[in-house]
């Protein structure tokens, strides 16, 4: 009886040995949930399209993985050309960005302008052109409204990036939502062009070098220039 008993024990026993020995070697990961393919996928790619402006450093916020998620969903959905449901993935991740906490990898200002770029151009590939031009419209005046609740920086009439303090205006996110927002400009004023407004498209893309100096080369475009 006794032996028989000892070996009903030799399981429990090996796993906990297992896990002892898992905890000295410091090798605890062995025991977590591992991330689903889908789930790395959703988070490489909206970091890659936030193109820098994101520093994932460690387990990343769930604003942030649900921001990822939504973008992954619809750039799928862009690949099999079902633009409307698209569409209506990035308002609702418009939506969240007003009520949920901002995530902390990334400046409110650059996740924003990030979806409402690919809300207009996911418009414009449905050539809902009208569209298009609200959505870069609403997104330049969303982004804007952001850096003067956030830094209290304000772009006046002659396009030139204002605040109360220059230390203010030289900080890395204000500098990150700049360039985000010459980007939104550029990307309007090839909507533009495409519509045959090359008039309108050179003061956005003057807009944007303002704001972002590498921008400056779009200037010389002859989809601008109109040569």
């Given at each position: 009886?006794?032996?028989?008993?000892?070996?009903?024990?030799?399981?429990?026993?090996?796993?906990?040995?297992?896990?002892?020995?898992?905890?000295?070697?410091?090798?605890?990961?062995?025991?977590?949930?591992?991330?689903?393919?889908?789930?790395?996928?959703?988070?490489?790619?909206y970091t890659a399209a936030l193109k820098g402006a994101a520093q994932v450093t460690g387990p990343e916020s769930s604003a942030f993985k649900r921001l990822a998620r939504l973008h992954y969903h619809a750039v799928e959905l862009r690949r099999e050309r079902?633009?409307?449901?698209?569409?209506?993935?990035?308002?609702?991740?418009?939506?969240?960005?007003?009520?949920?906490?901002?995530?902390?990898?990334?400046?409110?200002?650059?996740?924003?302008?990030?979806?409402?770029?690919?809300?207009?151009?996911?418009?414009?590939?449905?050539?809902?052109?009208?569209?298009?031009?609200?959505?870069?419209?609403?997104?330049?005046?969303?982004?804007?409204?952001?850096?003067?609740?956030?830094?209290?920086?304000?772009?006046?009439?002659?396009?030139?990036?204002?605040?109360?303090?220059?230390?203010?205006?030289?900080?890395?996110?204000?500098?990150?939502?700049?360039?985000?927002?010459?980007?939104?400009?550029?990307?309007?004023?090839?909507?533009?062009?495409?519509?045959?407004?090359?008039?309108?498209?050179?003061?956005?893309?003057?807009?944007?070098?303002?704001?972002?100096?590498?921008?400056?080369?779009?200037?010389?475009?002859?989809?601008?220039?109109?040569?």
């Open positions: 009886m006794a032996i028989r008993r000892a070996l009903r024990l030799l399981p429990a026993v090996g796993v906990i040995c297992l896990y002892m020995s898992s905890l000295r070697n410091g090798s605890s990961r062995a025991w977590a949930t591992p991330r689903s393919p889908s789930q790395d996928a959703a988070v490489g790619y079902k633009w409307a449901r698209a569409s209506a993935v990035y308002r609702t991740a418009i939506a969240l960005q007003q009520h949920m906490p901002a995530a902390k990898e990334v400046p409110a200002c650059a996740a924003a302008a990030c979806t409402w770029l690919n809300l207009a151009l996911t418009e414009q590939n449905n050539h809902h052109f009208d569209k298009a031009r609200q959505a870069f419209q609403d997104g330049t005046r969303f982004v804007q409204d952001m850096m003067q609740k956030e830094f209290d920086v304000w772009i006046d009439g002659q396009n030139r990036l204002r605040s109360r303090t220059i230390a203010q205006s030289e900080c890395t996110e204000v500098k990150t939502a700049c360039k985000w927002l010459a980007t939104l400009l550029v990307a309007w004023g090839l909507l533009e062009t495409r519509r045959g407004f090359r008039g309108r498209a050179k003061v956005l893309a003057e807009r944007a070098s303002i704001l972002d100096g590498s921008k400056a080369k779009v200037l010389s475009w002859k989809v601008v220039r109109g040569i």
